[in-house]
């Protein structure tokens, strides 16, 4: 199991980013894609689940404003995050539901 995630960058607040992250060593299509974040000093948390039919469910901090997306035909998941605020600087990682495994992250900073 193996990730690559990128499109982070230093935004200003109320800016926008799309991350992006590449899966491979699992049957993609089948799997419950997740979003996480770990902001400095603080535990990693939950963000958003793209599911395999891509349904989508989100922390309470980012409704409105992140949408999760997926290409089952590029293995790839999506976070387009609109409206950034400071407190969404972190480091984010996707992961399969139920994985141990995290890829290398891609930080976000929202700062002016």
């Known amino acids: 199991v193996h990730f690559v995630e990128s499109g982070g960058g230093l935004v200003q607040p109320g800016g926008s980013l799309r991350l992006s992250c590449a899966g491979s060593?699992?049957?993609?299509?089948?799997?419950?894609m997740t979003w996480h974040r770990q902001a400095p000093g603080k535990a990693r948390e939950w963000v958003a689940t793209v599911a395999p039919g891509g349904a989508t469910f989100y922390v309470d901090s980012v409704k409105g404003r992140f949408t999760g997306s997926r290409d089952n035909a590029k293995n790839e998941v999506y976070l387009q995050m609109n409206s950034l605020k400071p407190e969404d600087t972190a480091v984010y990682y996707c992961q399969v539901f139920g994985s141990t495994t995290w890829g290398q992250g891609t930080q976000v900073t929202v700062s002016s």
């Open positions: 060593g699992f049957s993609f299509s089948d799997a419950i």
